[in-house]
């Protein structure tokens, strides 16, 4: 092999292994210090390892799939159980916010929600205060912000968030328009529209949750 062919090869491994460290250390600031935001994960988890090639910084999908490793690996007991008990907290939310015609997206949705993660909601209204004012109404005291939406690659869009806990858990409410209800905005991991989930299926992930903890129980009983 010539020289130059052997460094070209070794310089791509040591791309990859670098990639792959940015990733499972910035999967670990996700899951250990609350962090949310991938971007931000990277950039910090590059910082602390010392490693300043862009092209070794890892995509989203990668630090995704990292993190759902390590989540198997340092929480494989705890998190299906907190995944479960924030879908079963969507629920109820869902029912209760039926007139916005929420949908469930985020982390709750993925399968990733670990003890940081709030129950996220995109909720439906022209009028952004009928869900504040309805919210008051039932005595729910809630926070408001602003956040950035893409609406197409070249397009970003502000919405109202509206922010309350329930039952200890953190919500987070986005209000879009109406008609944000035929396309959701793009997802941040990947470059088309973010999965959104109706009451119907929400209720259909956590029927397979309960069963897969019934089986579980089942087999822990047979095996003593």
Do not use: W
């Not at 990859?16 to 950039?43: C, P, T, W, Y």
């Not at 968030?161 to 944000?180: G, K, S």
């Amino acid at each position: 092999m010539a020289r130059g062919e052997h460094h070209r090869i070794h310089a791509q491994d040591r791309m990859q292994r670098n990639r792959m460290r940015v990733a499972q250390e910035a999967a670990r600031l996700m899951s250990e210090h609350g962090i949310r935001d991938f971007h931000h994960a990277k950039i910090k988890a590059s910082e602390r390892l010392g490693i300043h090639d862009a092209q070794a910084l890892p995509r989203n999908h990668e630090i995704e799939q990292a993190l759902r490793e390590h989540q198997r690996i340092f929480h494989g007991e705890r998190q299906p159980q907190l995944l479960q008990e924030r879908r079963e907290a969507a629920v109820e939310a869902m029912r209760f916010l039926h007139r916005f015609e929420p949908r469930l997206v985020g982390a709750v949705l993925e399968g990733t929600a670990d003890a940081h993660s709030a129950v996220c909601l995109h909720v439906f209204s022209d009028d952004p205060d009928a869900v504040t004012l309805f919210l008051g109404e039932h005595g729910v005291p809630v926070e408001t912000q602003t956040r950035r939406l893409r609406v197409s690659r070249d397009e970003q869009v502000e919405y109202p968030v509206l922010l309350f806990a329930a039952d200890n858990l953190p919500f987070d409410l986005t209000v879009l328009p109406r008609d944000a209800l035929r396309q959701a905005p793009l997802d941040r991991i990947a470059e088309r529209p973010m999965r959104r989930a109706a009451l119907p299926a929400v209720e259909e992930l956590l029927a397979e949750g309960e069963e897969s903890d019934d089986f579980e129980r089942m087999l822990a009983t047979a095996l003593r």
